[in-house]
T-cell receptor, first 112, second 115 residues
Framework: DAKTTQPNSMESNEEEPVHLPCNHS???????IHWYRQLPSQGPEYVIH???SNVNNRMASLAIAEDRKSSTLILHRATLRDAAVYYC?????????????FGTGTRLTIIP | KAGVTQTPRYLIKTRGQQVTLSCSPI?????VSWYQQTPGQGLQFLFE???????NKGNFPGRFSGRQFSNSRSEMNVSTLELGDSALYLC??????????????FGPGTRLTVT
């Protein structure tokens, strides 16, 4: 499985944008970039995914570098509820490959 | 739609015993995956079932097994429990059809403590 590298921790002020980086230099052409987050005492929660183009949804935006070797999850206006561990995961496009390989993630702390 | 449910939520067992954990996926989801989460190893994939067949398997010993029923509900079993099996066991369901373009929905987990 291709690996991802994320900072161990980040802090951000409440109501400010947050940019969470992820490096994935060995990404293959068919790997999708997924982001999940895990709030305290809960199971992981899907945030967003993309292949090549930038993606937006109600939770966040995903900016993917042109060479696809890195990506950035953008939370537009952080709230205290966004404090969580954020995981950047690469997953292949083969049907039947539902396995997600989690790294250590980035622990995001929101400062009130 | 009801989310993924896991039972029990907490469990305490003794070394050498066996345990069965249950997972009910979101209605209509046919794929169920299991993960183990520990402070030392993080989140690790155990196995995945689709239409009652195991399709993917992680790197765990044979003491860890699972099955899926015709209604997509799944169980995982750990035999001869060891102290290192203490972990949060998470179940996730999805509705695959196009490989990695789906999303997985996780349950709250079962916290297993082995003494």
């Amino acid at each position: 499985d291709a690996k991802t590298t994320q900072p161990n921790s980040m802090e951000s002020n409440e109501e400010e944008p947050v940019h969470l980086p992820c490096n994935h230099s060995t990404i293959s052409g068919t790997d999708y970039i997924h982001w999940y987050r895990q709030l305290p005492s809960q199971g992981p929660e899907y945030v967003i995914h993309g292949l090549t183009s930038n993606v937006n949804n109600r939770m966040a935006s995903l900016a993917i570098a042109e060479d696809r070797k890195s990506s950035t999850l953008i939370l537009h206006r952080a709230t205290l509820r966004d404090a969580a561990v954020y995981y950047c995961i690469l997953a292949g496009s083969n049907f039947g490959n539902e396995k997600l390989t989690f790294g250590t993630g980035t622990r995001l702390t929101i400062i009130p | 739609k009801a989310g993924v449910t896991q039972t029990p939520r907490y469990l305490i067992k003794t070394r050498g015993q066996q345990v069965t954990l249950s997972c009910s996926p979101i209605s209509g989801h046919r794929s169920v995956s299991w993960y183990q989460q520990t402070p030392g190893q993080g989140l690790q994939f155990l196995f995945e079932y689709f239409s009652e067949t195991q399709r993917n398997k992680g790197n765990f010993p044979g003491r860890f097994s699972g099955r899926q029923f015709s209604n997509s509900r799944s169980e995982m079993n750990v035999s001869t429990l060891e102290l290192g099996d203490s972990a949060l066991y998470l179940c996730a369901s999805s509705s695959p059809g196009q490989g990695a373009t789906y999303e997985q929905y996780f349950g709250p987990g079962t916290r297993l403590t082995v003494t």
